[in-house]
């Protein structure tokens, strides 16, 4: 659909005497026989002349030539070739000029993958990099001088860290040191697109790991994730075959593609083993790790705050970082599983399943199959519950606020709060007890303590 897109849209455009040409990672993609995400187009237009061209034309992006046209219900940007100046704050262009060439716009891009134009009237590529011959090799290469490329945008460091594990990209000799040589770019990033880059980095690939052990080595985490550091190298015991570091990288691959939430909470989850590390003293060469939970949700919510996580996600984050130490079994009752759902909230079920035997897994031990028939097990005895429709938060209590409050004739204050409290540990301890008369009679009790 998008190809057919691409041609009706350059047809317009050629045949109003402007030449355009698809671009960027659509073009890349498609190459590479991938699923394909937004359509960019390059042309010789200026965005007024697009503008006039088409019914559905937003200015999304005018300083820099952007437009974005709607055909149906699908965006497309559309820009005009330009060169860029100086980045003097090493994030954006000091200056835009436009150009005549696709050629020249080319020259601007990161990569080489990424600087390859598709002409789908003549279907014919611009490749004036090597950039198809890179796709076949699978090599990550700069487009020009790469130290020139890094200084202008030290984004595209990230961008490169991402690209090697989404596209299995092998960086090009020598270029991990050029990246390792100008990682000082990095601290001109702004908070929001290092997480975009690393989220990316979750949702698209199937091991995210390739990524994060090349911004290890090219020292990116001491400027941008300094908490992972003290996980490399830190040995565990014998219950996990792998040091703190290669079972944090195993987790997080070990959670599908697509959970960014859970791929986030997965590389967080032993942030606080090495602070909490002790000797054991028989065993020497192995560390237990006491609390080592509450540590990592506090780094992990200063990672989520430097970041500047949404609202959503770190509530995500935290919830699985902090719960990730529970490992309920057949001995736990029905009541104990009840906790353990309040406590990470049945919308959340899934995500705390998914990290549970993905950190299982990372353990690469020869007693990880059985150890994960027994989540099996308990997996099916926690949707058991769900499916009786328990009482797990006060809201699914059979009183309120309000009623306790006419009930027990008191004004409404402070004093709800832990009563409601009372009431749901009370439920949840025995779901009969969850009708109005029953609630009413343990809340006059509660108050007479």
């Known amino acids: 659909m998008s190809g057919a897109l691409a041609r009706k849209l350059c047809r317009r455009l050629k045949d109003a005497g402007h030449s355009a040409y698809v671009?960027?990672?659509?073009?890349?993609?498609?190459?590479?026989?991938?699923?394909?995400g937004d359509l960019d187009l390059a042309t010789s237009a200026h965005p007024e002349q697009v503008t006039a061209l088409f019914d559905r034309v937003y200015p999304t992006g005018i300083a820099h030539g952007t437009v974005t046209v709607v055909e149906g219900e699908q965006p497309i940007e559309i820009t005009t070739y330009r060169r860029e100046g100086l980045y003097s704050d090493g994030r954006r262009p000091d200056s835009v000029n436009f150009v005549s060439t696709i050629e020249e716009d080319l020259a601007r891009r990161d990569f080489t993958v990424n600087a390859i134009a598709w002409e789908p009237l003549e279907d014919r590529y611009v490749d004036p990099f090597d950039g198809l011959a890179d796709l076949k090799t699978r090599t990550l290469r700069a487009v020009g001088k790469p130290e020139e490329r890094f200084r202008e945008d030290g984004l595209r460091l990230l961008r490169g860290m991402r690209f090697a594990a989404t596209h299995h990209l092998m960086p090009a000799p020598g270029l991990e040191d050029i990246m390792s040589a100008t990682n000082g770019a990095l601290h001109g990033i702004?908070?929001?697109?290092?997480?975009?880059?690393?989220?990316?980095?979750?949702?698209r690939a199937e091991q995210p790991s390739i990524g994060l052990n090349l911004a290890l080595r090219c020292g990116f985490f001491e400027i941008v994730l300094p908490e992972l550091l003290p996980l490399v190298g830190q040995a565990q015991n014998r219950h996990h075959a792998f040091d703190c570091w290669q079972h944090t990288l195993a987790a997080v691959d070990a959670v599908p593609s697509g959970h960014v939430a859970v791929r986030w909470a997965a590389l967080m989850h032993d942030l606080g083993k090495p602070h909490s590390a002790e000797e054991h003293e028989e065993n020497k060469g192995e560390f237990r790790f006491f609390g080592h939970e509450k540590i990592s949700l506090e780094q992990a919510r200063q990672i989520g705050e430097r970041l500047r996580f949404s609202g959503h996600r770190r509530r995500r984050v935290e919830g699985l970082v902090a719960t990730h130490m529970l490992h309920p079994n057949d001995d736990w009752s029905e009541a104990a599983l009840r906790r353990l759902l309040r406590k990470i909230e049945p919308q959340n079920l899934d995500d705390y399943l998914l990290l549970k035997r993905a950190d299982i897994r990372a353990k690469g031990t020869p007693d990880v199959a059985s150890i994960l028939l027994d989540v099996d097990e308990v997996e099916l005895r926690l949707r058991a519950e769900l499916e009786k429709g328990s009482a797990l938060s006060r809201k699914d209590l059979a009183v309120d606020g309000r009623q306790l409050s006419a009930a027990l004739d008191r004004p409404a204050g402070p004093w709800l709060g832990p009563l409601l409290a009372h009431l749901l540990d009370q439920v949840i301890e025995d779901p009969s007890r969850n009708d109005e008369e029953t609630l009413l009679r343990l809340a006059k009790l509660w108050l007479e303590l």
């Not at 960027?24 to 993609?29: A, N």
């Not at 702004?190 to 949702?203: G, H, N, P, T, Y």
Request: glycine share 10%; net charge negative; with cysteine.
């Open 23 to 36: 671009v960027g990672g659509w073009t890349r993609d498609t190459l590479l026989g991938r699923p394909c």
């Open 190 to 203: 702004a908070s929001e697109r290092i997480e975009r880059e690393f989220s990316l980095l979750f949702e």
